[in-house]
């Protein structure tokens, strides 16, 4: 988990009076804001990531639309999904709270939500748009966790 994200939680946790869901709502927008300025002050760095990517993947698609994936791409997203799940758990551990579903299913979500909102983010420079997919994706989430 990046250390801004971690430390951001941590301190919310640290000054949070609610438990159980309202403040998993708390610790995952604390999160979620400390990630989003680090991914705003990357701009070049995010569209190259996204290149590598569809280049990487635009030579493993078949010409009749099968795919047979890559493994490079997919040990990104495997590191992506497991950083969602470090951040998730500590997010359930400091509310108090336990999510539903398995904890690399809901990672999954996150991720793949994030990593459209970047790219429609890079394509349109709509932060407010951004805040509110952020902001849906807390109230989605919230949705996927109980109390302990």
């Not at 301190?11 to 604390?30: E, P």
């Not at 569809?54 to 495997?78: E, I, K, M, N, Y």
Request: charged share 20%; net charge negative; proline share 4%.
């Amino acid at each position: 988990m990046r250390p801004a994200v971690c430390l951001a939680v941590e301190q919310a946790a640290a000054g949070c009076d609610a438990t159980g869901i309202r403040a998993l709502r708390m610790l995952l927008h604390a999160g979620m804001s400390a990630y989003w300025p680090l991914v705003k002050a990357t701009p070049s760095r995010q569209v190259e990531a996204y290149e590598a990517t569809l280049q990487t993947l635009r030579q493993r698609w078949s010409p009749a639309g099968g795919s047979v994936g890559d493994p490079t791409a997919a040990a990104l997203f495997h590191q992506l999904d497991d950083e969602a799940a470090a951040f998730l758990g500590l997010c359930a551990e400091r509310s108090g709270t336990q999510w539903l579903e398995p904890l690399d299913s809901v990672a999954t979500y996150v991720v793949s939500v994030l990593y459209g909102a970047v790219l429609r983010w890079l394509a349109d420079g709509n932060d407010e748009t951004t805040l509110v997919v952020i902001d849906d994706l807390v109230g989605c989430l919230t949705l996927k966790a109980v109390e302990s």
